[in-house]
């Protein structure tokens, strides 16, 4: 049962992996995790936009590095609401929506 639940969660994981590179995004091991995403510029669908996200010695998440830089309110209250309801799949769309406004 347990070996069934392992391979089932390997299952999701690949599949959300794959689905995450279709968008453009990337995670790489950085002392943390670095988000990368391209397609998001019309005018140049290969440019980088990318967030460091980090667990800070008070085991919050945070973002340490983030290109182009985000207004730092917004970021915060991104944060927050991550920090409380643990949704990293919300974070991943509201960065990428935010990007994407940079774009304009």
Do not use: W
């Not at 943390?32 to 085991?59: A, C, H, K, W, Y």
């Not at 340490?64 to 985000?70: E, F, K």
């Not at 309110?73 to 643990?86: G, P, S, V």
């Amino acid at each position: 049962e347990s070996e069934r639940s392992k391979k089932t969660t390997l299952d999701d994981l690949t599949r959300g992996l794959l689905n995450y590179k279709a968008l453009g995004l990337d995670f790489v091991d950085n002392g943390g995790l670095r988000f990368r995403f391209t397609q998001i510029d019309p005018d140049d669908p290969s440019r980088e936009f990318s967030f460091l996200l980090v667990v800070n010695e008070e085991e919050k998440y945070d973002i340490v590095d983030c290109n182009p830089p985000i207004e730092a309110t917004l970021l915060l209250d991104m944060l927050d609401t991550l920090n409380r309801n643990d949704d990293m799949n919300a974070l991943v769309r509201r960065i990428r929506k935010t990007f994407k406004e940079h774009c304009l």
